[in-house]
């Protein structure tokens, strides 16, 4: 079945830093690819989307693109700050109607000053 | 725009007791999820509707875990009787018909069974 393995965390590094967070999936056809974040003390929110081959999804500083060729789905921050400190959820999503969306284990992030 | 809401917000309750949960997705979403997120791990899907009819429900341990949706609105979530590593996060999600959607988050009802 479909599948989405992430880079165990957490993963700490200084502000400014260079920030790669690994996401590879498994799918039957042709999902879509999703980064999540989730903040101390908050719920789940998009971070950032592809929904084809070769797209580039971006926000926030964060950039994300849709590898086909190695099922790969990468997160990456020139530049990290405090404030980015959190969990991020790497997730794909395939199917029409009877979609379903499903969640890598997570990878917590902590940025120090 | 009203975000999804779910309720309690928090429960505790001992082994073998029942436990129900509550869902009011984002008006207009077809799509409703329920996940469960135990501590350090991602979300696991337990079970998924579009409108008011199951779509995916491989997850969920049927022989103690239900869940409906009538109307196609909001859902209710139950565990009967709990076990204690039911001790988790329960999400409720919703979002449109397509697979390039993202999914709205309520806060979660945090469960821990003594």
């Known amino acids: 079945g479909d599948s989405v393995t992430q880079m165990e965390g957490p993963v700490t590094l200084s502000e400014e830093a260079f920030l790669t967070i690994n996401c590879t999936y498994t799918?039957?056809?042709?999902?879509?690819l999703f980064w999540y974040v989730q903040y101390p003390g908050e719920g789940l929110q998009l971070l950032l989307k592809?929904?084809?081959?070769?797209d580039k999804g971006s926000n926030k500083g964060f950039e994300a693109t849709y590898r086909k060729e190695t099922t790969s789905f990468h997160l990456e921050k020139g530049s990290v700050q405090v404030s980015d400190s959190a969990v991020y959820f790497c997730?794909?999503?395939?199917?029409?109607?009877?979609?379903?969306?499903?969640f890598g284990a997570g990878t917590r992030l902590f940025v120090k000053a | 725009e009203a975000g999804v809401a779910q309720s309690p917000r928090y429960k505790i309750i001992e082994k073998r007791q029942s436990v129900a949960f509550w869902c009011n997705p984002i008006?207009?979403?077809?799509?409703l999820y329920w996940y469960q997120q135990i501590l350090g791990q991602g979300p696991k899907l337990l079970i998924q509707?579009?409108?008011?009819?199951?779509?995916?429900d491989s997850q969920l341990p049927k022989d103690r875990f239900s869940a409906e949706r009538l109307k196609g609105v909001d859902s209710t979530l139950k565990i009967q009787p709990a076990k204690l590593e039911d001790s988790a996060v329960y999400l409720c999600?919703?979002?449109?018909?397509?697979?390039?959607?993202?999914?709205?988050f309520g806060s979660g009802t945090q469960l821990s069974v003594l």
């Open positions: 509707f579009q409108n008011n009819g199951v779509v995916d």
């Open positions: 008006s207009g979403h077809a799509t």
């Open positions: 997730a794909l999503s395939e199917g029409t109607g009877g979609f379903k969306t499903i």
């Open positions: 592809a929904t084809k081959a070769d």
């Open positions: 999600a919703s979002a449109g018909v397509t697979a390039n959607e993202k999914l709205f």
């Open positions: 799918a039957t056809g042709y999902p879509s």
